[in-house]
T-cell receptor, first 115, second 114 residues
């Protein structure tokens, strides 16, 4: 079955440590996204990528980094510069803008906490 | 600027009641797309419906129905005869034509009590 796989489901970070969240999709989607969800704040866009080797900052990119070396993979690194990383992180993908109004498909999320 | 407002933070209903979730959006574009997603306790967002700005027909899918009114910039979602399994957070989202960005509302938590 096609879908988006995020791993791990739960992740703990020590102070000063970088951690990487994995996101893999087999939907053959061009675009991929990372969102952060905090209670009562909905989804906030961290980064998105339209094609391989290209990505753009979203609304809250500070303290995060991404790469897009393969179409199916879009890992997110939460760096030590992100002082408040505790949140639920969602990865999504969608077809390109030439496919009008296509919805996003989401993974199951990764819950990140500070030790 | 584009914006999506879901003013209802949390709604509680008793099973079998009807409930409407409100969504108001702001955009200056003539072509755009509106979406509703459901987020059950497990966490993943599940796509429910998409509407483009040129199609104001209301849609019904089983117990779910959607009312799109451009005159009031609203895209409301009604669940008829609610069930406990409908308990979730529901998000409304807006996407502008030709862009990759989706603008999400803050969500409405629906609790359906048995």
């Amino acid at each position: 079955d096609g879908g988006i796989t995020q791993s791990p489901k739960y992740l703990f970070r020590k102070e000063g440590q970088n951690v990487t969240l994995s996101c893999e999709q087999n939907l053959n989607h061009d675009a991929m996204y990372w969102y952060r969800q905090d209670p009562g704040q909905g989804l906030r866009l961290i980064y998105y990528s339209q094609i391989v080797n290209d990505f753009q900052k979203g609304d809250i990119a500070e303290g995060y980094s991404v790469s897009r070396e393969k179409k199916e993979s879009f890992p997110l690194t939460v760096t030590s510069a992100q002082k408040n990383p505790t949140a639920f992180y969602l990865c999504a993908s969608s077809l390109g803008t030439s496919f009008r109004g296509q919805p996003q498909h989401f993974g199951d999320g990764t819950r990140l906490s500070i030790l | 600027a584009q914006k999506v407002t879901q003013a209802q933070t949390e709604i509680s209903v008793v099973e079998k009641e009807d409930v409407t979730l409100d969504c108001v959006y702001e955009t200056r574009d003539t072509t755009y797309y509106l979406f509703w997603y459901k987020q059950p306790p497990s966490g993943e967002l599940v796509f429910l419906i998409r509407r483009n700005s040129f199609d104001e027909q209301n849609e019904i899918s089983g117990r779910y129905s959607w009312n799109f009114q451009k005159s009031t910039s609203s895209f409301n979602f009604t669940i008829t005869a609610s069930q406990v399994v409908d308990s979730a957070v529901y998000f409304c989202a807006l996407r502008k034509e030709g862009t990759y960005k989706y603008i999400f509302g803050t969500g409405t938590r629906l609790k359906v009590l048995a």
